[in-house]
């Protein structure tokens, strides 16, 4: 049962994590930027050689990431889901949570939207509860502990 509700609570981390992805994370006057067109932006931040690619490769892969993780706990593989959900925490909390330090500027013309960062952060930190939560409950066995079936 608690394996369940980790896979539950680690699908609904999930979702709202790659919605998370799709809010607004940056505005400029009154346009406002999610992670992926900040993301084409990256020529501007001096990250448009191998480096640029590599941070657009990952962050572009954290959707696919998370669908599998859900595909994964559907077919009955909650380790495996699980494990790959603390992978998706790692990555999508991280740069959720260092977009959400620097955010906050109202004053400024160009900064950080909260909205996107902080739905990020708060969907991978339930998705990594999910996956501890299933990667710590136990399993059935057939043979209780005093031996008896």
Known sequence: MRRTWGAVLGVVG?????????????????????????????????????????VRGVWVGVTPLAVCC???WLLRL??????????????????AALAAVQGGNEGSLVGISLIGPVVTLGGAVLGVAGAITVLTAKTRTAISPGGAP
């Open 70 to 72: 859900v595909v994964l």
């Open 14 to 54: 999930l979702v709202t994590g790659v919605a998370g992805t799709f809010l607004p994370w940056l505005r400029s006057g009154s346009v406002t930027r999610d992670s992926y067109e900040v993301l084409a932006l990256r020529g501007f931040a001096g990250l448009d050689g191998p480096s640029g690619e590599v």
């Open 78 to 95: 909650p380790r495996i889901a699980a494990c790959l959900a603390l992978l998706f925490g790692t990555i999508a909390g991280t740069v």
